[in-house]
Nanobody, 115 residues
Framework: QVQLVESGGGLVQPGGSLRLSCAASGSIYSINAMGWYRQAPGKQRELVARITSNGSTNYADSVRGRFTISRDNAKNTVYLQMNSLKPEDTAVYYC?????????WGQGTQVTVSS
């Protein structure tokens, strides 16, 4: 089993920034991918950004150029730096880890962008 603990959500004004963190613990394997998904009320969960253990990244078109995903493999931690936030970024953000054919999820952290 893998446990994921997220932190860093909150309320921010449009144009502001937030940084999310997600630390993994438990049965950790070196070959994996970690990422962030989000789910807004009434919408399906969607991929925001993803990074593999060798550093390859991909982003949703809606966040490319504003969000940056990174990871510290020594700490088994993934980060999401979110800049130029918009009201449409408001959602619950979930950390995800994929390893050995299994998906693991964090409990979610609320991000609200509002004036």
């Amino acid at each position: 089993q893998v446990q994921l603990v997220e932190s860093g959500g909150g309320l921010v004004q449009p144009g502001g920034s937030l940084r999310l963190s997600c630390a993994a613990s438990g049965s950790i394997y070196s070959i994996n991918a970690m990422g962030w998904y989000r789910q807004a009320p009434g919408k399906q969960r969607e991929l925001v950004a993803r990074i593999t253990s060798n550093g390859s990244t991909n982003y949703a078109d809606s966040v490319r150029g504003r969000f940056t995903i990174s990871r510290d493999n020594a700490k088994n931690t993934v980060y999401l730096q979110m800049n130029s936030l918009k009201p449409e970024d408001t959602a619950v953000y979930y950390c995800n880890r994929f390893q050995r054919g299994y998906n693991y999820w964090g409990q979610g952290t609320q991000v609200t962008v509002s004036s």
